[in-house]
């Protein structure tokens, strides 16, 4: 029936038809998305939105962030689309725990000021060049972010107000002496063992295991030897990558972008300024301005009179400014001083009266085309590659509906070939297969059962594949002799651990006796002693263990990393005061409390708030 619907739907009265239907939806249906409505909602607290938009932001920084920090460990971490949907939840968790923050610090009345957030700003250290605000980082880095200056401002007063409250949570925690010192203790403490290592994997080359073993285990377990379905598919993948090395461009065409996007490439006019603020009424700024009409030296009287308490200390000075970044009243008296040496009128803004001097001012600059050059081109091609993927995406699209029982013409459409994968099952697909959104295609009933192909499907940005189920294996239990080397390596492993257990254990009791003789009548004998840490790898469980007496030693069996059994002698506990540490531990431990503090009001937040997740439930 599907077959005879897909073959039928390429005629030209269905065309006819279905183009109606979508001149209808056009005027009746799809406007009423074009017309109003809000952005759509990844989260909701209360009465605070988190737009979608929002959240792709934070997302985007939060992955830059983690990408400049780990690099190619955090690539191959993103190919992992569990983990993938694991990171963009956990950044909306910590979005919607910043929105209850922010709700009750509201509450609470608190606030922060205008003068608060310049300050905050002009002293970031990312800001800053030589150890002084620079104006030209500052813009760039928030260009980078996503950010206006006016959206920054707003981020930042949010965040500085959140920090209030979550000071105010860590001004209420303190730590005792004894507390210090008894942590303290327990983390200096030092271990002296001395180990023998059972060698599991030794055990298990020497394990006897026979036919009958492996068939009795067999039996008893056909469940674990069960092959899950397989399919074999054929695909087509395109991708916007692939299409870069087909889009040449000329140096025309560089040249041609270059001539019409200059405000790309230059900078805009810089302006050093100093200033005065007078925070009080009127008068008292005219006869600040009066002294500087008199002859009197700008700096000096920055020095003696302003009352923007960080500049005036350096007589003034802002350093570099361009448009867009600060007051508008302040902004177009900077730039219409003339002359080096010039000071405006009064200058009114929300901080107070402004006299404003001009110190210096550095021309637009435009980089030459040979800078820039290579930029473009890569520009250039990513474009043309782009403008080129899409139109073979409609293609594809069209060519697989078309012809539903190949993908030959499909292929052949965007020049791309049919690759015919090996049978696999949902667990163990190729990499390329395995995302979510393919398998759910792969095991449509369209797809697999009817053998058609699927709907183009996104990967990723600008990579998309269509798919197709050549063969279909079902669900079986393996014969044995396919699966009889796995029986008896799992067997072998098996009874090697049992023999190292035994035999540790026969080691312990033995020594626990005081018959020392055990150890050489197995060939075994103890590492020389070590002091360890808390950091040693086997510190978990040997700082379980109890404290030996005086000349004697403390025996147990546990496992190491590699899963071999180890049999530890604790000989001795060495106590250290480490009193340089006490700082160190006291801030541990108001961190840790702090923290338990931020999670119960978080939690109890969470309880007493009205919270919904959009973008989770789609």
């Known amino acids: 029936m599907m077959d005879r619907i897909r073959e039928g739907s390429t005629g030209l009265v269905v065309k006819i038809i279905l183009g109606l239907i979508i001149f209808s939806f056009v005027f009746a249906g799809v406007g009423s998305y074009l017309v109003g409505g809000g952005q759509p909602l990844a989260a909701k607290v209360g009465e605070r939105e988190i737009t979608r938009n929002d959240f792709e932001q934070v997302y985007q920084n939060e992955r830059n962030r983690m990408q400049s920090q780990l690099g190619e460990y955090f690539s191959t971490l993103l190919g992992d689309p569990a983990y993938v949907e694991q990171f963009r939840k956990s950044v909306l968790d910590r979005m919607v725990n910043d929105a209850l923050l922010d709700n009750q610090a509201q509450d609470l009345g608190l606030r922060v000021g205008d003068e608060q957030i310049r300050q905050a700003i002009l002293s970031m250290p990312q800001f800053q060049k030589d150890g002084k605000f620079d104006e030209e980082i500052f ?34 925690e303190f730590t005792l002496d004894n507390e210090v010192k008894a942590q303290g203790a327990l983390e200096a403490q030092q271990r002296e063992i001395r180990t023998i290592t059972l060698d599991t994997a030794e055990f298990a080359k020497q394990a006897t295991v026979t036919d009958e073993e492996v068939a009795e285990y067999y039996n008893a377990n056909k469940q674990q030897f069960v092959r899950p379905e397989q399919v074999k598919v054929s695909y087509v993948e395109l991708s916007g990558d692939s299409l870069k090395a087909q889009a040449p461009i000329t140096n025309e065409e560089i040249q041609t972008y270059y001539n019409e996007n200059q405000d790309k490439y230059s900078t805009q006019e810089k302006r050093e300024v100093s200033h005065i603020l007078i925070k009080g009424d009127e008068a008292d700024a005219q006869a600040v301005l009066a002294r500087l009409d008199a002859g009197d030296d700008f700096a000096t009287v920055a020095k003696e009179d302003s009352q923007d308490i960080p500049t005036a200390k350096e007589g003034g000075s802002l350093g570099w400014i361009e448009r867009g970044v600060i007051d508008p009243a302040f902004e177009d ?29 550095e021309a637009p600059k435009t980089k030459p085309l040979a800078e820039v050059s290579s930029e473009i081109k890569s520009f250039l091609v990513d474009e043309h590659a782009a403008d080129a993927f899409y139109s073979l995406q409609t293609e594809l699209a069209e060519k697989a509906f078309e012809s539903p029982d190949s993908l030959d013409d499909a292929a052949e459409s965007v020049n791309a070939k049919v690759i015919t994968s090996d049978f696999f099952s949902q667990e163990d697909a190729p990499e390329l297969l395995s995302n979510p959104t393919v398998l759910q295609a792969i095991y449509s009933p369209e797809v697999k059962e009817d ?29 044995l002799g396919d699966v009889k080397s796995a029986v008896t390596a799992r067997l072998s492993q098996t009874k090697g651990e049992q023999k190292a ?36 790898e086997l510190a978990n469980d040997v700082y379980r263990l109890q404290k030996p007496a ?69």
């Open 451 to 479: 053998g058609l192909n699927s709907d183009v499907i996104e990967i990723a940005p600008e990579h998309i594949v269509v798919v197709r189920v050549e063969d279909v294996r079902d669900e079986t239990v393996l014969p």
């Open 333 to 361: 008296a900077a730039f219409q001083l003339v002359n080096v040496g010039d000071h405006s009128g009064l200058v009114k803004s929300a901080f107070g009266y402004h006299i404003i001097q001009l110190d210096g001012v």
């Open 139 to 172: 813009n760039i880095s928030l260009r980078r972010a996503g950010f206006s200056s006016d959206s920054f401002a707003e981020y930042l007063r949010q965040d500085l107000v959140r920090n209030q409250l979550v000071l105010a949570l860590e001004s209420t």
């Open 501 to 536: 257990v035994e035999l540790a254990q026969g080691v312990i009791n033995a020594l626990d006796k005081g018959e020392v003789n055990y150890l050489t009548d197995n060939g075994l004998s103890f590492t020389e002693a070590r002091m360890i840490t808390r950091a040693d």
């Open 550 to 618: 005086q000349g004697t030693s403390t025996y147990a069996q546990v496992m190491d990393r590699q899963g071999n059994n180890v049999i530890v002698a604790l000989d001795g506990v060495l106590e250290l005061s480490n009193d340089a540490m006490a700082q160190q531990v006291s801030t541990r431990l108001l961190r840790t409390q702090t923290q338990q503090d931020l999670t119960a009001t978080l939690d109890t937040l969470k309880a007493n708030s009205d919270i919904s997740y959009p973008l989770l439930e789609q």
